[in-house]
């Protein structure tokens, strides 16, 4: 038999038994081999997260999930982020017993009760406890999801082919935003109220099913095998206690993602302003679900962009990390600096509940969704290129289940902490500035590691982190 520890494409020798790893597996052909294609994977991973979380997103870009007031939906997403982090600490491990289809499916279930506790809350304005009970158990699913999607996401390209596939995935996600945004654009189109009716969120509800039983559908992973024939390398199932050792393992020996942890932590701070300190505070239905739509359609655009720059084949690897390092630089600074001209002029006591907002008709509207579009290139370039990092640094999806499960965990322990403080009603200042400073460190944390880590080509031991020596050939 083959060896079964083959690197990622053109990465390198083994260091175990010093031969060079030139085994290829033959690719299955006509409709087969197309199903098992890893592009059509990804594809699959991407619909899940298009039905899920991408619908969530087109919800909570409402503002305050489609409701007039933002204090249960703060809470409901401080719940949220607080088990998130909690649980994608874990996930890694959890995702490398169950097997990465069963931790997509049992994740994506908190997905549908979510948006349906908000259908609840519709009917009975009294069930705001529902809600935040909804999101601290959608907390637990999502950094399963998560972090299943990412180990799979990052194992199933080539090395030149991951930005690609990243942008491929992304898009597909954010399809999810613009199909639930159109939805409530066309509902809300005519209605001068500031909440969203029950029809917006039973077709939520609906598409987020479906897409739940999309995991059932996947190859399994230790199927796979690369379009340069290089096999997948499969998680094997061991235990509880080995996958906890494991994760403690993957950062003794790859200490360098903890110069991304800053970028992480980040990664979903600006959500609470854009969404609801912008969004939600200055605009109607109409002009929020208008905005909502422009945003997730930005969002394709800018992992698509970003997935191709980070690919480029004529510039080596670390060449396009540095490049990439200095797009999202450009436009940290080009979002925060155009939104604070907006931001100095409003706060929460100048904009009471019943305040008259503003509509898609009114002047200065223009500028303000050019604003919210450069929002959405900004986020999808932040999270591919963070997909990205982890990506270069490693070709083994136990190895990046823990990494992506680290990503989340920070990602949400942000989150959760921002929404909170949007909960107790910080001042939006705070929020708005809080947000540009940790962008900015992120970066700067990121970019020894750029210089230290990020190689032409991944060379290393693809084998979990966890597993002995022993078990290295088959």
Known sequence: MANTTEKGYDSGTDSLDNVSQEVRFERPTGLKGLYYHPMTQVALIGFVCFMCPGLF??????????????????????????????????????????????????????????????LAMNIHPNAGGFVIASGAILGICAGLLWTAQGSLMLAYPTESQKGRYIGVFWTIFNLGGVVGASVSLGQNFHSEANSVGNGTYIGFLVLTLIGVTIPLLMVNPNKMIRTDGTKVTSPRHPSWKTEIMGLAIALRKDPMIILLFPMFFASNWFYTWQFNEYNGALFNIRARSLNNLVYWMSQIVGSLAIGFLLDRQGLRRRVRAFLGWGVLLAMVFIVHIWAYFYQKNYTRESLPPDAVKMDINDHGYAGRIWLYIFCGFLDATWQTTAYWMMGAMSNDPAKLAYFTGFYKSLQSAGAAGVWRADAVKRPFMHIFISTWVLLVAGLIFMLPMIYLRVTDHTEEEETSPHAPADEVKA
Do not use: C, W
């Open 57 to 118: 997103n087109a919800l909570n870009g409402l503002g305050a999930g489609g409701q007039v007031d933002n204090t249960t939906s703060a809470n409901a997403n401080a719940a949220l982020y607080a088990t998130f982090a909690f649980a994608a600490f874990f996930a890694g491990s959890i995702n490398n017993v169950l097997g990465p289809r069963l931790t997509l499916l049992i994740g994506s279930t908190g997905y549908a009760l979510y948006i349906g506790s908000y």
